[in-house]
């Protein structure tokens, strides 16, 4: 046979080897097609089956390859890989232990690093959290049982299938859930959760047709056995001194029926409550709430100064009995679906330092068993966490964590209505591929791990109880690379920190 007649044997074979190995890859991507559509733990890969799982596939090269081609650990913002793998481990139930050591730069300005004790508790002595009690006055107090909680997300920024799997996985963990200035909706309610309903400065959910503060309405949402408290918000992290931001293509019939606006028209809530001119009004305004519901309340804001919290902590050592039942202190840095790069990146002061101050300023006015401060801002990991109490708070909020715990990707596409992972979009389409029967234990496993590693902490420094620990069990590294107890740098008012 001639060179040509071999040439064309050849060629022939190379084209059915193409073809059957092109028909190899078809069958497979359906394989996998079908795969991806039918698994219910990953929402990209449920979402986008196939090419969604090249994300999985660079993050593990990225394990080998980062220290030529990516980003290193503790680079990314706002949050960072390390921070978000935490949170990946911690939802699925696996152990968050690491190999080769710590990739955190521990001479950067601020970290917090822990004292442990010389000789710590046996490991029959563990710490552990205990409950406490929030707004002693009203008729029905609230004991709440954990220290991490769900910060507020509203019923619009979120998703049907993500507020709901967030209540079920409350409820499995036992920690609240803040229903956000969105109002309540029936998956708030949905996993049988303690909750805590935030009333915004449009009043949704709780406004007469003019806008106004309905006591009705008030009535008829704390007659809700799992409504525990009532926020009221007078400012967030992201966006100090303007109001809550829904784009028109989020707000459905639905969300509208339950906030009490149009359908399909941007809801833009006023920058404060209207009527609301000063603390005197303020605490008119919790003292009525309280009264009209009988459970706890309190509110949410953020440090601009210390001023005005001098101010207002005066007028209630004169006004004790409308005092708030607690105080959430959101950081500068906190997060949000939308809102202004201005007030994001320039307005508030951050958390690390607006807590310990605001904590000293309560304990000077002698209210610290009647005012419960919760710290939220940026809080998603067990040092977060640990900081803050350390720092003097009680209680501790995260949005942004259970997030990650739902899935969350960081694309931050929340304001677009895009949502790749169905969180925060009100797309059917992509909210498929968030399985609520999968999702709310993930929220669990984070909640339950987050408490237990903070109780690990505890247990470290050498106390019997995550809130037992004090600014002296912690140091913060200072500009020269050196760290400092952080009592030296808020010191305790009389030195409490000794108690």
């Given at each position: 046979?001639?060179?040509?007649?071999?040439?064309?044997?050849?060629?022939?074979?190379?084209?059915?080897?193409?073809?059957?190995?092109?028909?190899?890859?078809?069958?497979?991507?359906?394989v996998l097609f079908v795969i991806d559509r039918?698994?219910?733990?990953?929402?990209?890969?449920?979402?986008?089956?196939?090419?969604?799982?090249?994300?999985?596939?660079?993050?593990?090269?990225?394990?080998?390859?980062?220290?030529?081609?990516?980003?290193?650990?503790?680079?990314?913002?706002?949050?960072?890989?390390?921070?978000?793998?935490?949170?990946?481990?911690?939802?699925?139930?696996?152990?968050?232990?690491?190999?080769?050591?710590?990739?955190?730069?521990?001479?950067?300005?601020?970290?917090?690093?822990?004292?442990?004790?010389?000789?710590?508790p046996l490991e029959d002595q563990f710490a552990?959290?205990?409950?406490?009690?929030?707004?002693?006055?009203?008729?029905?107090?609230?004991?709440?049982?954990?220290?991490?909680?769900?910060?507020?997300?509203?019923?619009?920024?979120?998703?049907?299938?993500?507020?709901?799997?967030?209540?079920?996985?409350?409820?499995?963990?036992?920690?609240?859930?803040?229903?956000?200035?969105?109002?309540?909706?029936?998956?708030?309610?949905?996993?049988?959760?303690?909750?805590?309903?935030?009333?915004?400065?449009?009043?949704?959910?709780?406004?007469?047709?003019?806008?106004?503060?309905?006591?009705?309405?008030?009535?008829?949402?704390?007659?809700?056995?799992?409504?525990?408290?009532?926020?009221?918000?007078?400012?967030?992290?992201?966006?100090?001194?303007?109001?809550?931001?829904?784009?028109?293509?989020?707000?459905?019939?639905?969300?509208?029926?339950?906030?009490?606006?149009?359908?399909?028209?941007?809801?833009?809530?006023?920058?404060?409550?209207?009527?609301?001119?000063?603390?005197?009004?303020?605490?008119?305004?919790?003292?009525?709430?309280?009264?009209?519901?009988?459970?706890?309340?309190?509110?949410?804001?953020?440090?601009?100064?210390?001023?005005?919290?001098?101010?207002?902590?005066?007028?209630?050592?004169?006004?004790?009995k409308d005092a708030p039942d607690f105080i959430?202190?959101?950081?500068?840095?906190?997060?949000?679906?939308?809102?202004?790069?201005?007030?994001?990146?320039?307005?508030?002061?951050?958390?690390?330092?607006?807590?310990?101050?605001?904590?000293?300023?309560?304990?000077?006015?002698?209210?610290?068993?009647?005012?419960?401060?919760?710290?939220?801002?940026?809080?998603?990991?067990?040092?977060?966490?640990?900081?803050?109490?350390?720092?003097?708070?009680?209680?501790?909020?995260?949005?942004?964590?259970?997030?990650?715990?739902?899935?969350?990707?960081?694309?931050?596409?929340?304001?677009?209505?895009?949502?790749?992972?169905?969180?925060?979009?009100?797309?059917?389409?992509?909210?498929?591929?968030?399985?609520?029967?999968?999702?709310?234990?993930?929220?669990?496993?984070?909640?339950?791990?987050?408490?237990?590693?903070?109780?690990?902490?505890?247990?470290?420094?050498?106390?019997?109880?995550?809130?037992?620990?004090?600014?002296?069990?912690?140091?913060?590294?200072?500009?020269?690379?050196?760290?400092?107890?952080?009592?030296?740098?808020?010191?305790?008012?009389?030195?409490?920190?000794?108690?």
């Open positions: 046979m001639n060179f040509m007649g071999w040439a064309g044997y050849a060629m022939q074979y190379l084209a059915l080897l193409f073809v059957f190995i092109t028909g190899l890859l078809v069958l497979l991507a359906l039918l698994q219910k733990g990953d929402a990209v890969r449920r979402n986008y089956p196939v090419i969604g799982r090249f994300r999985g596939v660079f993050s593990q090269l990225g394990e080998f390859f980062r220290q030529y081609f990516f980003a290193m650990d503790r680079e990314e913002m706002p949050f960072n890989r390390a921070q978000r793998e935490w949170v990946e481990g911690a939802a699925d139930g696996r152990g968050n232990t690491v190999a080769f050591g710590s990739t955190r730069n521990l001479s950067v300005i601020g970290t917090p690093i822990f004292v442990n004790a010389a000789f710590p552990k959290t205990d409950p406490m009690q929030i707004g002693p006055t009203a008729r029905a107090p609230y004991t709440a049982k954990s220290i991490v909680n769900i910060s507020g997300m509203s019923f619009g920024a979120l998703s049907a299938p993500a507020v709901e799997s967030l209540s079920k996985g409350a409820a499995k963990a036992g920690v609240w859930m803040n229903t956000g200035e969105g109002g309540l909706s029936p998956y708030h309610l949905a996993g049988g959760c303690d909750v805590v309903f935030q009333i915004g400065t449009a009043r949704y959910g709780v406004r007469d047709q003019e806008g106004n503060l309905c006591d009705d309405k008030l009535r008829e949402v704390a007659a809700h056995d799992q409504v525990k408290m009532f926020e009221i918000k007078l400012a967030q992290g992201a966006k100090p001194g303007k109001g809550g931001i829904l784009p028109a293509e989020k707000v459905t019939e639905e969300i509208a029926a339950i906030r009490g606006i149009p359908a399909g028209q941007a809801s833009l809530s006023p920058n404060r409550h209207d009527g609301v001119d000063d603390f005197g009004d303020l605490l008119d305004m919790v003292a009525h709430v309280r009264e009209v519901t009988g459970k706890p309340v309190g509110f949410k804001t953020v440090v601009g100064s210390l001023g005005p919290f001098r101010e207002l902590f005066a007028l209630i050592r004169d006004r004790e959430t202190i959101d950081g500068g840095e906190g997060g949000t679906g939308a809102a202004p790069m201005p007030l994001i990146d320039l307005v508030g002061m951050p958390i690390r330092e607006a807590l310990p101050l605001v904590v000293n300023l309560r304990d000077e006015y002698g209210l610290k068993d009647r005012i419960r401060i919760v710290a939220s801002g940026k809080l998603v990991n067990p040092g977060d966490v640990a900081w803050a109490l350390c720092a003097g708070a009680d209680f501790i909020t995260s949005a942004r964590g259970f997030m990650f715990s739902l899935g969350c990707i960081q694309a931050l596409k929340c304001n677009r209505n895009t949502c790749p992972t169905g969180i925060t979009t009100h797309d059917p389409s992509l909210q498929k591929g968030l399985v609520v029967e999968d999702k709310y234990a993930k929220v669990a496993h984070y909640a339950k791990c987050l408490t237990k590693e903070v109780e690990t902490i505890a247990h470290s420094v050498g106390v019997s109880e995550p809130r037992k620990m004090r600014r002296r069990h912690v140091r913060i590294v200072q500009a020269d690379g050196t760290s400092k107890p952080m009592d030296e740098i808020f010191p305790r008012y009389k030195d409490q920190t000794k108690s």
